[in-house]
């Protein structure tokens, strides 16, 4: 049985704004059927801003929305054109992290809503297709993590969280073992549980992870320093020997530059910083900052084409300074 969950009473459209029907404008209606009956005729939630919202309501608005009378939008999405939505969505509130971080939690509070919603509208067209329900996705996920935490439901022990994360490894590797996932013919790795598909800087600083709660790691971050000023040698050289136009040593240059941004994903997992988080807030700076620069150059009659790079250099330290001081 689904264990309803409360809501902050409004659903966002799914992504893509531009490419909204009226099903998805501010018009859309503030009466949700729930499903429910009274007297024999079907209830409505008249007022979502003072009616506590469930996570069941969260499902009857979602079957709702692909009824044969529904949004004709919601009805056309499968699992392919809502892969992009589903990613867009978690990078959302990926960074929305920092916001709650910054005290802004109603920024994380309404992105963790729009990705529910995704999940809850897969769960739908897998549910139209008989593929699995929105009950199988929460029961798969609960017995998997009772399954995990011996410790805590079980008679196992564990004293510390390095010895919770090498058991969580084994009994994931065991999972895999006894549903028959891996190749008979290939041993498994330790590594394969870490997609491809993830950014680069994130793959990495999941790697070196799952490496370290086995024992291969530096004992200190001052040893991973080191390793970083050991690749900066080898990129300088490197870029130094490759001043052709060669591919080979084009690709001798590419490789350098990834051990560097390697030993650096290393430094941020010692100082327990996801590198990828870190990029993204100086990715936000660049731009808040690149953005001043334009904005005072335009006040001034002047655009980048026609500035010189002490005049932008000055507005970006001017932009630096206006950020370090305290309102």
């Known amino acids: 049985m689904l264990t309803p969950f409360s809501a902050n009473g409004q659903t966002r459209a799914p992504a893509l ?9 501010s018009e859309r ?19 979502m801003a003072t009616t506590k919202v469930t996570f069941d309501d969260l499902i009857q ?15 056309e999405q499968t699992y392919a054109t809502l892969a992009p939505m589903l990613l867009e969505e978690a ?21 963790l809503g729009d990705l529910l919603f995704q999940i809850v509208f897969y769960a739908q067209v897998a549910s139209e297709q008989g593929d699995f329900t929105i009950e199988d996705v929460v029961e798969a996920i609960h017995t998997k993590m009772v399954r995990r935490h011996p410790h805590v439901f079980g008679t196992a022990r564990a004293d510390d969280t390095a010895e919770v994360l090498r058991n969580w490894e084994a009994i994931k590797a065991e999972e895999k073992r006894a549903a028959g996932k891996e ?8 590594l394969d549980g870490v997609s491809l598909k993830v950014p680069a800087l994130m793959e990495a600083h999941q790697l070196t992870t799952k490496a370290a709660r086995v024992g291969f790691d530096w004992e200190h971050v001052d040893q991973v320093f080191d390793k970083l000023h050991e690749e900066l040698g080898e990129l300088r050289a490197a870029i130094k020997e490759c001043e052709g136009t060669n ?3 084009a690709i001798r ?18 100082l327990k910083v996801e590198p990828e988080a870190a990029l993204k807030l100086t990715n936000s700076k660049f731009r808040r900052r690149f953005r001043y620069v334009e ?33």
């Open 17 to 25: 704004a531009q490419e909204q029907t009226s099903c998805f404008a």
């Open 29 to 47: 209606p503030t009466t949700i059927s729930t499903g429910k009956h009274n007297n024999g005729s079907q209830s409505s939630l008249h007022s």
């Open 61 to 75: 608005l979602m079957r709702r929305l692909r009824a044969p009378d529904g949004c004709p939008w919601d009805r």
């Open 91 to 111: 990078y959302e509130a990926f960074e929305a992290v920092e916001a709650a971080r910054a005290g802004r939690s109603a920024e994380l509070q309404g992105e």
């Open 183 to 190: 190749d008979e013919t290939k041993k498994a790795s330790l």
């Open 247 to 249: 591919e080979a040593e």
């Open 253 to 270: 240059v590419r490789e350098e530059v990834g051990d560097v941004l390697f030993a650096v994903a290393n430094i941020a997992r010692h």
């Open 295 to 327: 904005e005072r150059l335009a006040a001034g009659g002047k655009s980048l084409d026609n500035s010189t790079l002490d005049e932008m250099e000055a507005l970006w330290q001017e932009a630096k300074r206006a950020e370090e001081t305290p309102d």
